[in-house]
């Protein structure tokens, strides 16, 4: 069984940064497709970063955070993080981690059908 915990959620100002980190417990992240989703009051929850754990991993990111967000992994760690800058009000949601096993990581993002999530850590942007 494998559990997922998140931290690094805050209150920054617009602009600002943080860095978010999701360790894994019980399981290693070995072949495993790993992403990051936010859900913002009101809206459906959307994949914001992909990535699998495999050497040559591609990445997925939602156009309304490339260029500012970057997903990786410390497979040492076992810890997904996601790095988020030049952070945007519209970015204020409770982001979550999570992870599914024989898949892509587009598909996991794109389908948000993942086999194990995170509780969620809450990003506010806000002056």
């Known amino acids: 069984q494998l559990q997922l915990v998140e931290s690094g959620g805050g209150l920054v100002q617009p602009g600002g940064s943080l860095r978010l980190s999701c360790v894994a417990s019980?399981?290693?992240?070995?072949?495993?497709?790993v992403g990051w989703f936010r859900q913002a009051p009101g809206k459906e929850r959307e994949g914001v970063a992909c990535m699998t754990t495999s050497t040559y991993s591609g990445t997925y990111y939602a156009d309304s955070v490339k260029d500012r967000f970057t997903i990786s992994i410390d497979n040492a760690k076992n810890t997904v993080y996601l790095q988020m800058t030049s952070l945007k009000p519209e970015d204020t949601a409770i982001y979550y981690c999570a992870t599914r096993w024989w898949t892509s990581w587009t598909t996991l993002c794109s389908s948000g059908s993942a086999d194990y999530w995170g509780q969620g850590t809450q990003v506010t942007v806000s002056s």
């Open positions: 019980g399981r290693t992240l070995d072949y495993v497709a």
